[in-house]
């Protein structure tokens, strides 16, 4: 069995191509956003890739049938702008080998389709709930930060330190290493401890303005917005816990 | 060497041919369960399979002889029916790659043999005790659903959530994807804790009405039955454990 | 770089060899028994295998110089008798897939020098130290366990119940399933815990008497007579210990 | 993806070039001392090295940019002298199997380029903070012994009693047996708790010495004083905290 198998449903032409890229990862930041990007310009399927490095598993479609685990390519033509293609599914490659593989093999395909820029979509997790969640970026080549510090997007000497571990980092490397593509990550600071589409929210921000592409965020912002009533009565909860522990404390 | 070695020691022609799966897994339901079948219709084997995917092991034979951890096919040949392929054996592959390539192994031998449509056998397990254990179903298609629930098997769109890992649910997954075959996986509801007859006696009831195989069920019966007894036997005394705390704490 | 790589010092023509296999495992009895019985017949180094399946490390030679990890083989002309072939090494393949790729390209070279009998030594780890420890043995027919009965050799029909991992079990099975070859695993009882030369005593009495070697287990003997009294002493001390305790007991 | 891919920058012609490595290991021993020796001696790159044995991770330059992790190889011509080659970089292979090929890889690169000689650099972790670290040697062979012996190098009979693990052993062993080359591993004694510039001092001083290459220390030892001030104001409080505890226990 090859390592990983491309299904290529249909070859459709597009124009300067680029590859935003949202799998699952820290926060679910970088699928949510992708996919609800995805969704709203109407992304249509071209290519399934399965892969010996995902998991064994089927899962459910919810109709009582269920499909091979996969990433899936998607493709939108933008009117007089450059077209977009999607790189999203259920997992990443479980292995570092099978973290290679798989971005390597993404890069072959876009590349064929004409793809030279990438933008990959992630989650930045700091390990705390900031009521204000930045919004990070790390690029292949100095030119592209300052359109993205225009739009808010936060390029730290020293964030993230421990570098950009998986796809979203991985397709950027060997993107500018073996395939001449330059690229810029998207990092949505998160907890890292729910999926969390507050954070997907500044991404998906930050992506439409940057294409231009005049998406509704209303849905992710009601999910944001439940998201983080939850977060802040559990927060106030927690306050008042430790306010009565306290007066107890004054007490004893 | 080889990753996966396969021995095939007859070529028998089979009439539209059903592949029946059951290796180890949860609650050992999917093994105990073909290995049931395979033994009452007389099957027998053709092939043996050897892999580098397997533990590094030989198995006692019970008679100071050992032999090398494998799988298995055995097939029957059914009067006015499909003739049936049955896959059990030792172990399944140890690591996710190791599942891919056996499972793709497998496809492409059975393809060979006519084979279109697959059943594979398994566990559910809930981590519970449940009374009267229930029979789950996923499918490949739609089309599969009917007949199975005609047979008391429940189509969730919710369970099993987390899919079907290992080999029950890849030889569905690549089956459809690469071969061109449809398929159904039938699981026992078992708290997963022990090697369970009992959701087995569920998952062989179920295959033998759909195929029609009318296999004498009274040994799988009895095994279940005394499981069954143990576990009462054993909530029973807890019960009563619980009762002579409960006791003591009125006194206390 | 290739997965294992043979480097072959020079090639004796042997007569009708056996392979007798003794590589680090439970209680180290295996390559303690192999090496012992190599060093007093003065067997002579024919070939070093190299493998990206052992871990990647030096080890000290003790003069300040340090060579790569390896297996190697060695070999003993006997008069009047079939030759001898060794498998003796620093360690085993550390994956599971290593095991299968070494044992596979070791029976391949073997099988140029006409090797078509294997016996592998091993420890059968029960995790008690038992005064006087068995000799358990498996084979690939039935035809030799009758002979190795006769020396004492005890062929269980459920011991060992886990079956024989690594390349003492897995020689035998590739052996007999791809090699044409027949061979008997001779496994000395021990706790485990300790590299045990009282173990090895056993095994290496029951290689000698088979194959009529005459070898002096003078030292062997020395060492394990000293593991013994260690033991002793310390099983003593443990009971003394104990009936002290029992004592304080009765005064508490 | 091919598993190792090298980018040779250019072609430098070198005169029978020594290589010297340093990865990332033992606190960071070899990796501190073959990065201070490279800037000081102001080499230059010549190849990169990426690997799908490496972490799959891109790494922030910080300026805002990332690149993909990866190993380097940079040169050093010595007038009156033999040249010199440096092996640094992220990380080391991080399975077995990826230390072996990418340590056969370098060797095949530096073989081209006319290198028989070797020098790994490392740390050798006791565990303790050895107020005056010791520096230990280990050879492919004998005849380079004592000319490391006069420079203090310690060769020991049984340390590392574990073997020399990971590159700087690998390309020893894989050098001599298979690229016909010789070398010699200079390990500082260190704690191995931290990154630790006093035994790289330690060790950078041998191999200046051994290459009369003139090296600048003082930024080095700058660094090994501050660290050594840290541990010994740490050691100090440490010891202070205990006979505070002392005096409570007279008191008590």
Chains 1, 2, 3, 4 share one sequence.
Do not use: W
Not at 45 to 74: C, M, W
Not at 85 to 111: R, T, W
Not at 159 to 181: C, H, N, Q, T
């Amino acid at each position: 069995m090859e390592g990983v198998i491309v299904k290529i449903l249909k070859k459709p032409r597009l124009k300067d191509p680029i590859l935003i890229e949202g799998l699952p990862g820290v926060g679910n930041v970088g699928k949510i956003s992708a996919e609800y990007i995805m969704r709203k310009v109407k992304a249509k399927k071209f290519a399934e890739i399965y892969s010996k490095y995902f998991p064994p598993q089927v899962l459910p479609k919810g109709d009582g049938t269920i499909y091979l685990v996969r990433n899936e390519l998607y493709y939108k033509k933008i009117k007089n702008g450059r077209d977009l293609i999607f790189l999203v599914g259920d997992y990443q490659g479980i292995s570092s080998e099978g973290q290679y593989e798989l971005s390597y093999e993404v890069l072959k395909i876009v590349k064929e389709f004409g793809c030279k820029f990438i933008l990959t979509l992630g989650g930045y997790g700091t390990g705390l709930f900031n009521e204000t969640p930045r919004v990070f970026g790390a690029a292949t080549s100095k030119e592209y930060i300052e359109e993205f510090r225009k739009l808010g997007v936060i390029f730290s000497p020293t964030d993230p330190g421990g570098g950009i571990v998986g796809a979203a980092g991985l397709l950027l490397g060997l993107g500018k290493e073996f395939f001449g593509m330059e690229g810029v990550c998207i990092m949505g600071e998160t907890s890292g401890y729910i999926s969390d589409p507050k954070a997907a929210l500044n991404v998906v921000e930050v992506v439409d303005k940057y294409l231009n592409l005049g998406i509704d965020l209303e849905e992710l912002r009601e999910k944001s917005k439940k998201i983080e009533d939850l977060t802040t009565s559990m927060t106030l909860k927690l306050k008042e816990e430790e306010k009565k522990i306290e007066k107890l404390d004054y007490y004893a």
